[in-house]
Nanobody
């Protein structure tokens, strides 16, 4: 069974940076798309950034220019570099992989203090 494990979450001050990583038990080359989503308390889960097998990236308007998604096929990982963090970025961040169906990780908490 495909498994995704997120790591790198934590507490950071506003304006700081954080890098999240998602390890996949399988070749991410076989996934047509991977991405990062987040869910804040009381809110619906939203897309943060995605990257296709063709390395086409897409970002939520709220994170454009601040976040960067990248894929390392050799290590079977996908990362999210987050810069200039804001308190509004506080949420549980989930990694998603898509092939014939969607696979989700357990999530990692990101908290940005004022």
């Amino acid at each position: 069974q495909v498994q995704l494990v997120e790591s790198g979450g934590g507490l950071v001050q506003a304006g700081g940076s954080l890098r999240l990583s998602c390890a996949v038990s399988g070749s991410i080359f076989n996934f047509k798309a991977m991405g990062w989503y987040r869910q804040a308390p009381g809110k619906q889960r939203e897309m943060v950034a995605t990257v296709t097998a063709g390395d086409i990236t897409n970002y939520a308007d709220s994170v454009k220019g601040r976040f960067t998604i990248s894929r390392d096929n050799a290590k079977n990982t996908v990362s999210l570099q987050m810069n200039s963090l804001k308190p509004e970025d506080t949420a549980v961040y989930y990694c998603k992989a898509e092939r014939f169906r969607e696979y989700w990780g357990q999530g990692t908490q990101v908290t940005v203090s004022s």
